[in-house]
């Protein structure tokens, strides 16, 4: 799960991370109020906010020549024109693909002086298994490009969970960002702050870019973005209750309310499938017979008959998806379970696109018996090759 990057900054606060004042803001006069209640005579940041980076690089898509999604302004009157030239228009970064983001809330900041960016994240690293703490020089940009092109600028050291974050870390990650005196032990609090906030937060990425040097010589994160881990969130009531729906993909939001593991992909073939593994490997044997998913779907291995019928609706409410394929081993799950969904759920939407069902394992006799007799056009498969062969050929016949 994603969260605002005032919501970002209201946590890390909490956990001593110097950031700068800003309130948020729903309407111009909002807005306006936000900057005069900051006090001061400006300069003040009006930002966009969307769960994307690069909205300072983005474009609004009825204004692609303007400019972006994070504004200085000088004056109370350009707070206000600026977040009604946002607020209500499409924002189109490099991460939200052309289709863009409706922004519906901008954030009022004060101005900062800035003598140095620099950037740091943490995550777990996934071949040691372990948080990573990852700085750079380069602040403000990509942490992808710098990679790629600078490398030798990226400073990292990884966390023993057993002793956690030391003083140590925090001296080597300051020495490679080139801070010295005073700022080496405030840089050591800074990062120790942003261990405690994502160990105790269940994320799964904290990223402060840029964090800055303040022209007094102080540390302050301008920028935030958190993600937390989906699983946890049962224990992370106050994280939970910061989820914006009006951010997250309708049909992603649909299945999560269904418990289902639901990624929207770029193909014409839906896929629903028990158990992730398998789910990839219908995927790629869809590839292999010269089609595409239009999804990623598990419905787990303990899938109700009402969590089928769901996920079929949304599976269909896609109008990308031109066929299904419904492969299920019928482990935990029983077959004629799946049926009674499939069938269900193929009589309530009116089934328009060619259907393609693989079912193995507990029940899978009864299963196939249910299918047979539903009267519906489901084609049945006998293993995993066949059923990709035999949907990809429905969706060209039918085309």
């Known amino acids: 799960m994603n969260i605002h990057e005032y919501q970002a900054k209201a946590l890390l606060a909490r956990f001593g991370v110097a950031v700068p004042r800003g309130t948020i803001a729903y309407t111009a006069d909002e807005a306006r109020r936000a900057a005069a209640a900051l006090g001061g005579s400006g300069p003040w940041v009006v930002k966009s906010q969307i769960h994307a980076g690069g909205r300072g690089a983005g474009r609004f898509a009825d204004d692609p020549g303007g400019k972006g999604g994070v504004r200085l302004a000088r004056s109370l009157d350009e707070v206000a024109a600026f977040a009604g030239a946002m607020l209500g228009h499409v924002l189109v970064t490099k991460q939200t693909g052309p289709d863009g983001r409706e922004v519906r809330r901008v954030y009022i900041e004060e101005g900062v002086d800035i003598a140095r960016e620099l950037y740091t994240s943490l995550l777990v690293d996934r071949r040691s298994g372990r948080v990573t703490i990852i700085a750079s020089t380069e602040g403000g940009m990509d942490i992808e490009e710098v990679a790629a092109k600078t490398p030798e600028r990226i400073r990292s050291v990884i966390v023993d969970p057993a002793s956690g974050f030391m003083p140590f870390h925090g001296r080597a990650l300051a020495f490679g960002l080139g801070l010295s005196g005073p700022q080496v032990a405030e840089a050591g609090n800074l990062f120790a702050a942003l261990y405690r906030a994502f160990i105790d937060l269940d994320a799964t990425m904290v990223e402060v870019n840029p964090l800055i040097v303040t022209g007094a010589g102080k540390l302050m994160a301008i920028d935030a973005k958190l993600a937390f881990d989906d699983n946890a969130l049962y224990r992370q009531a106050e994280v939970l209750a910061l989820r914006d729906e009006d951010e997250e993909d309708p049909m992603e939001l649909a299945a999560s309310r269904h418990q289902l593991n639901y990624v929207k992909l770029d193909g014409t073939i839906g896929c629903m499938v028990n158990g992730a593994g398998l789910a990839m490997a219908t995927m790629d044997i869809v590839k292999l017979y010269g089609a595409a998913p239009a999804n990623f779907l598990d419905v787990g291995g303990g899938a109700t008959r009402d969590r089928v019928i769901a996920a079929f609706k949304i599976i269909l409410s896609d109008p990308a998806v031109e066929g299904i394929l419904v492969n299920i081993f019928g482990g935990i799950m029983r077959c004629d379970v ?39 056009p489901i084609v049945a498969a006998d293993n995993l090759a066949d059923a990709a062969e035999k949907v990809v050929n429905a969706v060209q016949e039918a085309a």
């Open 338 to 376: 799946i049926a009674e969904g499939i069938v269900a759920a193929a009589r309530e939407v009116s089934l328009h696109v060619p259907l393609v069902v693989r079912l193995e394992g507990t029940n899978v006799e009864l299963g196939k018996r249910i299918l047979a007799d539903s009267g519906l």
